[in-house]
Every structure is written in C-alpha cells, then in structure tokens.
C-alpha cells in the first residue's frame, strides 16, 4: 500500500464520546501534519510533528490530543467534542528539508459531532 | 494577516478552455516556495505544481502552469483546456523558508472551479 491512508472516513460522535483518528503513511517520510477544513475556511494547520517529536501546536483545544508513535502512524485523540469540531480532518506527510517537496494528504476524515 | 489571498470563491469555464485562477501571497522571506492543490468532492488534496521564489522560468505541469510574477506577488494557476473533471477545489499554499524544519504549508480559502459541457 502506497500515499496516506486515514481512517475512518466518515465518524459521527457524540459531544461525550471518546474517538480517535488514524492515519498511517508509506512514503518513509519524516514530518506528518494534521489540518483541520471547515467549510468556507482555509485549511488550519493543528499540528506538526517531525521524527516523532511534536514541533507545532496551533493553540487547538485540549479535546484534540495528537499522537505520533513512529514517523509511518499519527493519532489525533478526541474526547469531549463540540458541535463546531464538525469539519474535514486532513492528515499529511512530506519529508522537511527538501524545499519543493510536497506535503502528501491522505483522504481525510470527515466528522460530525451531534 | 492573511498570507495567502484567493479572491475569487467561484469560477465557471467552457469545456476545452483555458482558465485562470489568482493567488497572492504575502511575506517578507526571500525564499519561499509557492503550491497549487486540487480537491474534487472526494476530499482529497491532489498536489498540481510548485514553483520556487529563485525559479526564473514559469512552473508548467502538463495541462497546469502558474503564472509567476514575484515583483507582484502572485502565482497563478493556468489550466488550459479544460477537461469535466477538473471541476473541483483550487487551493493556493506557501511555504516559508523560516518553515523549513517543519515543511507546514500555509492555505488560501480555494477557488471553486466548474466546468461547463
């Protein structure tokens, strides 16, 4: 399997429920990102995370608790949601330091929060 | 501030013409590097074209090119020829020199794009 691969899909959570989301990425790169797509807004960066180490955190709410156990898997932990957490989560890769490399996304999970 | 400036929320283009998207952007670093992605309803970014603040020719990728004039600051994505599937989201991004240990890009709000039979 090749690219970024984010499950699930689709979630609907309720506001007390715990969840996580997965991504998993096979192009051996070193940097993963997560990015947060509300409609009619520019992707929000959330958080990066380079070889392992967490290296950006964009003043998100504690209810979103990252996770990077090795440099191929990145979790994004999420408890106690709000209704305005609704939004397409993105999860990328690229490798930093080679400066026209692209950042490689995965499909996305798209989350409702009821 | 905005860095990343896509004025136009909405496009339509005629099958088989070419079209023109705008993106500005905005920073004091003389090394950047400057993105184009493409989302389709599907919800994936499909990365299009790069081109380097130090590139002295225009970016071209197949149907797509960007339109790159740095006294200006903006880079704009051509698409000539227009094909039904490339209606879809346009997403302008930059990345920074000073953002080099992170790679992390910077988004405009993205240009939708339909194409007309």
């Known amino acids: 399997e090749t690219g970024v691969t984010q499950t699930p899909r689709h979630l609907v959570m309720g506001m007390t429920n715990k969840k996580s989301l997965k991504c998993e990425q096979h192009?051996?790169?070193?940097?993963m990102y997560w990015y947060k797509q509300s409609a009619k807004k520019p992707l929000e960066l959330m958080f990066v995370?380079?070889?392992?180490?967490?290296?950006e955190n964009n003043s998100v709410p504690s209810r979103f608790s990252p996770e990077c156990p090795n440099s191929s898997h990145l979790f994004l932990h999420l408890h106690t949601l709000q209704p305005e957490d609704s939004a397409l989560y993105l999860c990328?890769?690229?490798?930093?330091?080679?400066?026209?490399?692209?950042?490689?996304f995965g499909n996305g999970t798209r989350l409702t929060v009821t | 501030a905005q860095k990343i400036t896509q004025t136009q929320p909405g496009m339509f283009v005629q099958e088989k013409e070419a079209v023109t998207l705008d993106c500005t952007y905005d920073t004091s670093d003389p090394s950047y590097g400057l993105f184009w992605y493409k989302q389709p309803s599907s919800g994936e970014m499909i990365f299009l074209i790069y081109?380097?603040?130090?590139?002295?020719q225009n970016a071209t990728e197949g149907r797509y090119s960007l339109n790159f004039q740095k006294a200006r600051k903006s880079a704009n994505l051509v698409i000539s020829a227009s094909q039904l599937g490339d209606s879809a989201m346009y997403f302008c991004?930059?990345?920074?020199?000073?953002?080099?240990?992170?790679?992390?890009?910077?988004f405009g709000q993205g240009t939708t794009l339909q194409v007309k039979p």
């Open positions: 990328a890769s690229s490798q930093p330091g080679q400066y026209n490399s692209p950042l490689h």
């Open positions: 991004a930059m990345r920074e020199k000073g953002s080099s240990n992170t790679g992390k890009l910077i």
């Open positions: 192009l051996g790169h070193n940097a």
């Open positions: 995370y380079s070889l392992e180490e967490r290296v």
């Open positions: 081109q380097g603040s130090y590139d002295q």
